[in-house]
């Protein structure tokens, strides 16, 4: 059990049997629970949706062109096929 500040932090893990909605898994694997479901990883795939979201909006406002997207994933070494 990590220690931090002098308080034992105890990791909470939701057992996935006992989760019986598929949206909360699927929250904890886009946060990047690979498997384990647990409260850091429904919150940090909320907030994946959540930048997700406000950089489309950015992206729309701005008028972003088709070939201004592609520079951006090939700068970011995705590979997307538009």
Not at 52 to 75: A, C, G, N, P, W
Request: net charge negative.
């Amino acid at each position: 059990m990590p220690v931090w500040a002098g308080y034992a932090v105890k990791p909470y893990d939701i057992k996935e049997q006992e989760v019986h909605d598929n949206f909360i898994i699927l929250l904890a694997k886009i946060g990047g629970g690979k498997g384990i479901v647990s409260r850091h990883y429904i919150f940090e795939g909320i907030q994946q949706i959540m930048n997700k979201h406000r950089i489309e909006r950015i992206l729309e406002e701005e008028k972003v062109s088709q070939q201004t997207m592609e520079d951006m994933y090939t700068f970011g070494g995705i590979c997307y096929d538009f």
